[in-house]
Protein backbone atom coordinates (compact mmCIF):
# COMPACT_ATOMS: atom_id res chain seq x y z
CA UNK A 1 0.00 0.00 0.00
CA UNK A 2 2.83 2.39 0.90
CA UNK A 3 4.59 1.88 -2.34
CA UNK A 4 1.29 2.68 -4.50
CA UNK A 5 1.00 6.26 -2.11
CA UNK A 6 4.41 7.79 -4.06
CA UNK A 7 3.60 7.47 -7.32
CA UNK A 8 0.15 8.81 -7.00
CA UNK A 9 1.44 12.18 -4.90
CA UNK A 10 3.40 12.46 -8.28
CA UNK A 11 0.79 12.66 -10.66
CA UNK A 12 -1.37 14.97 -8.54
CA UNK A 13 1.59 17.64 -7.62
CA UNK A 14 3.43 17.54 -11.13
CA UNK A 15 1.06 19.20 -13.23
CA UNK A 16 0.24 21.97 -10.57
CA UNK A 17 4.12 22.52 -11.23
CA UNK A 18 4.34 22.69 -14.72
CA UNK A 19 1.00 25.18 -15.14
CA UNK A 20 3.01 27.49 -12.18
CA UNK A 21 6.13 27.37 -14.22
CA UNK A 22 4.41 28.35 -18.02
CA UNK A 23 2.30 31.10 -15.99
CA UNK A 24 6.06 32.54 -14.86
CA UNK A 25 7.57 32.42 -18.51
CA UNK A 26 4.22 33.98 -20.00
CA UNK A 27 3.98 37.10 -17.57
CA UNK A 28 7.41 37.22 -15.48
CA UNK A 29 8.83 39.96 -18.24
CA UNK A 30 6.16 42.44 -17.71
CA UNK A 31 7.04 45.85 -15.92
CA UNK A 32 4.95 46.90 -13.54
CA UNK A 33 2.52 49.73 -14.05
CA UNK A 34 2.51 52.77 -13.58
CA UNK A 35 -0.25 55.63 -13.40
CA UNK A 36 0.09 58.10 -15.99
CA UNK A 37 1.70 61.20 -15.40
CA UNK A 38 -0.67 64.37 -15.56
CA UNK A 39 -0.25 66.68 -18.38
CA UNK A 40 -0.20 70.35 -18.21
CA UNK A 41 -3.15 72.43 -17.97
CA UNK A 42 -3.94 73.81 -21.72
CA UNK A 43 -6.46 76.18 -20.82
CA UNK A 44 -6.95 79.09 -18.50
CA UNK A 45 -10.06 78.60 -16.04
CA UNK A 46 -12.29 81.42 -16.46
CA UNK A 47 -14.98 81.92 -13.74
CA UNK A 48 -17.98 85.12 -14.72
CA UNK A 49 -20.24 85.78 -11.96
CA UNK A 50 -23.61 86.89 -13.70
CA UNK A 51 -25.96 89.63 -12.85
CA UNK A 52 -28.82 91.25 -13.59
CA UNK A 53 -28.03 94.71 -14.92
CA UNK A 54 -31.57 96.08 -13.75
CA UNK A 55 -32.02 94.42 -10.45
CA UNK A 56 -28.04 93.37 -9.63
CA UNK A 57 -29.28 90.28 -8.46
CA UNK A 58 -27.66 87.14 -9.43
CA UNK A 59 -28.54 85.21 -12.65
CA UNK A 60 -29.19 81.23 -11.89
CA UNK A 61 -30.37 78.08 -12.81
CA UNK A 62 -30.37 78.95 -16.67
CA UNK A 63 -28.91 77.60 -19.41
CA UNK A 64 -26.19 80.15 -20.99
CA UNK A 65 -25.55 79.98 -24.73
CA UNK A 66 -21.73 81.15 -24.93
CA UNK A 67 -20.37 82.28 -28.65
CA UNK A 68 -17.18 84.17 -29.62
CA UNK A 69 -17.20 87.10 -31.92
CA UNK A 70 -16.25 85.66 -35.42
CA UNK A 71 -16.71 82.08 -34.64
CA UNK A 72 -19.71 80.08 -35.86
CA UNK A 73 -18.99 77.92 -32.88
CA UNK A 74 -21.38 78.08 -29.60
CA UNK A 75 -20.95 75.68 -26.76
CA UNK A 76 -24.89 76.09 -24.19
CA UNK A 77 -23.38 75.40 -20.51
CA UNK A 78 -25.99 75.23 -17.43
CA UNK A 79 -25.42 77.82 -14.44
CA UNK A 80 -25.96 76.42 -11.20
CA UNK A 81 -27.78 78.06 -8.16
CA UNK A 82 -24.64 79.95 -7.20
CA UNK A 83 -24.40 81.94 -11.08
CA UNK A 84 -21.18 81.48 -11.88
CA UNK A 85 -20.53 80.75 -15.69
CA UNK A 86 -16.88 78.54 -15.69
CA UNK A 87 -15.20 78.94 -19.10
CA UNK A 88 -11.83 77.40 -20.29
CA UNK A 89 -10.43 79.67 -23.03
CA UNK A 90 -6.85 79.70 -24.93
CA UNK A 91 -4.37 83.09 -23.84
CA UNK A 92 -5.19 85.52 -25.92
CA UNK A 93 -8.35 88.31 -26.31
CA UNK A 94 -11.58 87.21 -26.10
CA UNK A 95 -15.06 89.07 -27.20
CA UNK A 96 -18.00 86.53 -25.82
CA UNK A 97 -21.39 86.79 -25.98
CA UNK A 98 -23.54 85.17 -23.35
CA UNK A 99 -27.39 84.31 -24.32
CA UNK A 100 -29.56 83.42 -21.44
CA UNK A 101 -32.44 81.23 -21.29
CA UNK A 102 -35.00 80.36 -17.95
CA UNK A 103 -36.97 77.42 -18.67
CA UNK A 104 -39.62 79.20 -16.38
CA UNK A 105 -40.58 81.69 -19.20
CA UNK A 106 -41.75 81.13 -22.75
CA UNK A 107 -39.18 83.38 -24.68
CA UNK A 108 -35.21 84.56 -24.17
CA UNK A 109 -34.47 86.36 -20.99
CA UNK A 110 -30.79 87.41 -20.94
CA UNK A 111 -27.94 89.00 -23.47
CA UNK A 112 -24.33 90.35 -22.61
CA UNK A 113 -21.20 90.92 -24.69
CA UNK A 114 -17.83 91.02 -22.55
CA UNK A 115 -13.96 90.99 -23.33
CA UNK A 116 -11.40 88.75 -21.76
CA UNK A 117 -7.78 89.58 -22.17
CA UNK A 118 -5.82 86.27 -20.58
CA UNK A 119 -2.18 86.15 -20.50
CA UNK A 120 -1.27 82.45 -19.49
CA UNK A 121 -2.60 79.44 -19.61
CA UNK A 122 -2.16 79.06 -15.92
CA UNK A 123 -4.38 81.42 -15.35
CA UNK A 124 -7.49 81.92 -13.16
CA UNK A 125 -9.91 84.56 -14.03
CA UNK A 126 -12.76 85.98 -12.30
CA UNK A 127 -14.89 88.73 -13.08
CA UNK A 128 -18.25 89.53 -13.28
CA UNK A 129 -20.81 90.41 -16.28
CA UNK A 130 -24.00 92.14 -16.05
CA UNK A 131 -26.89 90.80 -18.17
CA UNK A 132 -28.85 92.88 -20.64
CA UNK A 133 -32.73 91.49 -20.36
CA UNK A 134 -33.95 90.71 -23.41
CA UNK A 135 -37.62 89.12 -25.14
CA UNK A 136 -38.86 86.77 -28.04
CA UNK A 137 -40.93 87.60 -30.96
CA UNK A 138 -42.04 84.93 -33.66
CA UNK A 139 -44.88 85.50 -36.42
CA UNK A 140 -46.28 84.59 -39.96
CA UNK A 141 -45.36 86.79 -43.17
CA UNK A 142 -48.88 87.12 -45.53
CA UNK A 143 -50.53 89.59 -47.65
CA UNK A 144 -54.11 91.23 -47.14
CA UNK A 145 -55.72 87.96 -48.72
CA UNK A 146 -54.02 85.37 -46.83
CA UNK A 147 -51.64 83.88 -49.05
CA UNK A 148 -48.13 83.46 -47.49
CA UNK A 149 -45.00 84.75 -48.38
CA UNK A 150 -42.19 81.91 -48.20
CA UNK A 151 -38.30 82.94 -47.43
CA UNK A 152 -39.13 86.71 -46.89
CA UNK A 153 -36.57 88.81 -45.27
CA UNK A 154 -36.91 89.73 -41.97
CA UNK A 155 -35.33 92.99 -40.33
CA UNK A 156 -35.69 94.20 -36.72
CA UNK A 157 -34.92 97.35 -35.42
CA UNK A 158 -35.04 98.19 -31.43
CA UNK A 159 -34.74 101.24 -29.13
CA UNK A 160 -32.05 99.21 -27.43
CA UNK A 161 -29.17 99.45 -28.87
CA UNK A 162 -28.36 95.51 -27.99
CA UNK A 163 -29.37 92.18 -28.61
CA UNK A 164 -29.97 90.50 -31.67
CA UNK A 165 -30.66 92.67 -34.60
CA UNK A 166 -29.27 90.51 -37.46
CA UNK A 167 -31.27 90.00 -40.78
CA UNK A 168 -33.29 86.69 -40.92
CA UNK A 169 -35.24 85.12 -43.40
CA UNK A 170 -38.34 83.07 -42.83
CA UNK A 171 -39.15 79.28 -43.40
CA UNK A 172 -40.80 77.88 -46.29
CA UNK A 173 -43.92 78.13 -44.64
CA UNK A 174 -43.31 82.16 -43.77
CA UNK A 175 -42.63 81.42 -40.30
CA UNK A 176 -40.02 83.18 -38.67
CA UNK A 177 -38.72 83.27 -35.19
CA UNK A 178 -37.08 86.56 -33.49
CA UNK A 179 -34.91 86.28 -29.89
CA UNK A 180 -32.39 88.02 -27.43
CA UNK A 181 -34.02 90.90 -28.59
CA UNK A 182 -33.55 94.51 -26.10
CA UNK A 183 -36.92 95.07 -24.24
CA UNK A 184 -39.01 98.12 -25.62
CA UNK A 185 -40.28 99.14 -28.61
CA UNK A 186 -39.14 97.02 -32.06
CA UNK A 187 -40.33 97.67 -35.14
CA UNK A 188 -40.18 94.15 -37.47
CA UNK A 189 -40.37 94.79 -41.77
CA UNK A 190 -40.52 92.10 -44.16
CA UNK A 191 -39.73 92.15 -47.81
CA UNK A 192 -40.81 89.77 -50.55
CA UNK A 193 -41.65 89.98 -54.43
CA UNK A 194 -41.54 93.79 -54.22
CA UNK A 195 -43.92 93.57 -51.37
CA UNK A 196 -43.13 95.43 -47.80
CA UNK A 197 -45.08 95.49 -44.65
CA UNK A 198 -43.92 96.38 -41.19
CA UNK A 199 -45.26 96.62 -37.36
CA UNK A 200 -44.20 97.63 -34.11
CA UNK A 201 -43.99 95.27 -31.17
CA UNK A 202 -43.79 96.03 -27.26
CA UNK A 203 -40.85 93.27 -26.47
CA UNK A 204 -40.98 92.15 -22.70
CA UNK A 205 -38.33 90.24 -20.84
CA UNK A 206 -39.11 86.55 -20.92
CA UNK A 207 -41.98 87.01 -23.33
CA UNK A 208 -43.08 85.29 -26.64
CA UNK A 209 -44.88 87.54 -28.48
CA UNK A 210 -46.68 86.38 -31.19
CA UNK A 211 -47.10 88.72 -34.60
CA UNK A 212 -48.70 88.99 -38.35
CA UNK A 213 -46.42 90.79 -40.85
CA UNK A 214 -48.80 91.97 -43.90
CA UNK A 215 -47.17 92.72 -46.83
CA UNK A 216 -49.64 95.76 -47.41
CA UNK A 217 -47.52 98.32 -49.66
CA UNK A 218 -45.20 98.07 -52.74
CA UNK A 219 -42.75 100.31 -54.37
CA UNK A 220 -43.58 103.08 -57.23
CA UNK A 221 -42.42 101.07 -60.63
CA UNK A 222 -39.54 102.88 -62.40
CA UNK A 223 -40.63 104.44 -65.65
CA UNK A 224 -37.62 104.88 -67.85
CA UNK A 225 -39.73 106.72 -70.58
CA UNK A 226 -40.48 109.46 -68.10
CA UNK A 227 -37.17 109.63 -66.96
CA UNK A 228 -35.10 110.06 -70.21
CA UNK A 229 -38.02 112.83 -70.85
CA UNK A 230 -37.38 114.94 -67.58
CA UNK A 231 -33.25 114.32 -68.58
CA UNK A 232 -34.01 115.73 -71.93
CA UNK A 233 -36.05 118.52 -69.99
CA UNK A 234 -33.39 119.74 -67.73
CA UNK A 235 -30.72 119.43 -70.40
CA UNK A 236 -33.11 122.09 -72.33
CA UNK A 237 -33.21 124.30 -69.90
CA UNK A 238 -29.85 124.60 -68.90
CA UNK A 239 -28.83 125.30 -72.94
CA UNK A 240 -31.04 128.07 -72.95
CA UNK A 241 -29.56 129.52 -69.73
CA UNK A 242 -26.07 129.41 -71.68
CA UNK A 243 -27.32 131.05 -74.14
CA UNK A 244 -29.00 133.75 -72.60
CA UNK A 245 -25.79 134.31 -70.32
CA UNK A 246 -23.49 133.82 -73.44
CA UNK A 247 -25.39 137.44 -74.79
CA UNK A 248 -25.11 139.16 -71.71
CA UNK A 249 -23.15 142.12 -71.09
CA UNK A 250 -19.86 141.03 -70.71
CA UNK A 251 -18.91 144.07 -68.13
CA UNK A 252 -21.81 142.60 -65.38
CA UNK A 253 -19.40 139.27 -65.31
CA UNK A 254 -17.84 139.06 -61.84
CA UNK A 255 -14.28 139.65 -61.06
CA UNK A 256 -12.99 135.87 -60.28
CA UNK A 257 -11.01 136.07 -57.74
CA UNK A 258 -7.27 134.21 -57.80
CA UNK A 259 -6.33 134.15 -54.24
CA UNK A 260 -6.58 130.06 -53.56
CA UNK A 261 -9.29 129.35 -51.03
CA UNK A 262 -8.51 128.86 -47.33
CA UNK A 263 -9.70 124.77 -46.82
CA UNK A 264 -12.54 124.59 -44.39
CA UNK A 265 -12.09 123.14 -40.62
CA UNK A 266 -14.03 119.93 -41.86
CA UNK A 267 -11.32 118.93 -44.09
CA UNK A 268 -8.42 119.91 -41.96
CA UNK A 269 -9.46 117.55 -38.76
CA UNK A 270 -10.83 115.13 -41.67
CA UNK A 271 -7.09 115.25 -42.49
CA UNK A 272 -6.04 113.65 -38.77
CA UNK A 273 -8.63 110.76 -38.48
CA UNK A 274 -7.90 107.12 -38.76
CA UNK A 275 -9.75 105.12 -41.18
CA UNK A 276 -12.36 103.83 -38.63
CA UNK A 277 -12.86 107.59 -37.58
CA UNK A 278 -12.73 108.59 -41.16
CA UNK A 279 -15.56 105.98 -41.55
CA UNK A 280 -17.69 106.88 -38.60
CA UNK A 281 -17.96 111.05 -40.07
CA UNK A 282 -18.36 110.52 -43.46
CA UNK A 283 -21.10 108.12 -42.42
CA UNK A 284 -22.46 111.12 -40.32
CA UNK A 285 -21.73 113.56 -43.05
CA UNK A 286 -24.55 111.15 -45.18
CA UNK A 287 -26.77 111.21 -42.77
CA UNK A 288 -26.66 114.98 -42.58
CA UNK A 289 -24.71 114.55 -39.04
CA UNK A 290 -26.71 112.98 -36.75
CA UNK A 291 -27.74 109.45 -36.25
CA UNK A 292 -27.36 106.76 -33.44
CA UNK A 293 -25.10 104.16 -32.03
CA UNK A 294 -26.92 101.16 -33.29
CA UNK A 295 -27.36 102.67 -37.13
CA UNK A 296 -23.31 103.49 -37.52
CA UNK A 297 -22.50 99.79 -35.93
CA UNK A 298 -24.65 98.75 -38.28
CA UNK A 299 -23.72 100.18 -40.97
CA UNK A 300 -20.07 100.31 -40.29
CA UNK A 301 -19.63 96.60 -38.94
CA UNK A 302 -17.06 98.39 -36.55
CA UNK A 303 -17.13 96.07 -33.07
CA UNK A 304 -19.35 97.67 -30.37
CA UNK A 305 -16.14 98.49 -27.53
CA UNK A 306 -13.99 99.56 -30.53
CA UNK A 307 -17.08 101.99 -31.66
CA UNK A 308 -17.01 103.35 -28.04
CA UNK A 309 -13.83 104.23 -28.09
CA UNK A 310 -13.86 106.11 -31.42
CA UNK A 311 -16.35 107.98 -30.70
CA UNK A 312 -14.60 109.02 -26.89
CA UNK A 313 -11.71 110.24 -29.60
CA UNK A 314 -13.75 112.24 -31.96
CA UNK A 315 -15.43 113.91 -28.74
CA UNK A 316 -12.43 114.76 -27.61
CA UNK A 317 -11.57 116.32 -31.05
CA UNK A 318 -14.61 118.60 -31.07
CA UNK A 319 -15.97 116.49 -33.86
CA UNK A 320 -18.98 114.89 -32.06
CA UNK A 321 -21.07 115.08 -29.21
CA UNK A 322 -23.18 111.76 -27.51
CA UNK A 323 -26.27 112.46 -26.27
CA UNK A 324 -28.23 109.83 -24.09
CA UNK A 325 -31.78 109.57 -24.43
CA UNK A 326 -32.73 106.43 -22.30
CA UNK A 327 -31.30 104.01 -23.89
CA UNK A 328 -30.89 105.35 -26.97
CA UNK A 329 -27.99 107.00 -27.70
CA UNK A 330 -27.87 110.00 -30.39
CA UNK A 331 -24.45 110.97 -32.46
CA UNK A 332 -24.49 114.22 -33.88
CA UNK A 333 -21.53 116.92 -35.15
CA UNK A 334 -21.03 119.88 -32.87
CA UNK A 335 -21.75 123.22 -34.02
CA UNK A 336 -17.77 124.02 -33.73
CA UNK A 337 -17.17 121.30 -36.57
CA UNK A 338 -20.02 122.33 -38.38
CA UNK A 339 -18.47 126.13 -38.57
CA UNK A 340 -21.38 127.38 -36.91
CA UNK A 341 -19.33 129.29 -33.65
Not at 61 to 66: A, F, G, R, S
Not at 193 to 215: A, F, H, K, S, T
Not at 274 to 291: A, P, T
Not at 306 to 325: H, M, N
Request: aromatic residues 8%.
Amino acid sequence: MKQLILPILLLFFLPLTLAELQIEDTFGDLTPLLPPTPTPQEQAKIELTLKDFITKDPVSDIHILVSEQGSENSNLIYVDEKGILKLDLDPGNHQIELRGDLITTSGTDFYGSHTLSIQSRNDLLQDTVFLLPVGSIRGIVHDKTGNVYPESTINVECSGDYGNTEEIVADAYGLFSLHYLAIGSCRISALANDRVGYIDVEVQQGGLENIELILDKGFIAFNWFNFFGMIAFLILIVFSLYLAKSHGDEASKPEISTTPQRPSRQEDLKKTLSERELQVVEYLQEQDGISTQGKIRKATRIPKTTLIRIFQRLEQKKIIQVETDGKLKEIKFTDWFLEKE
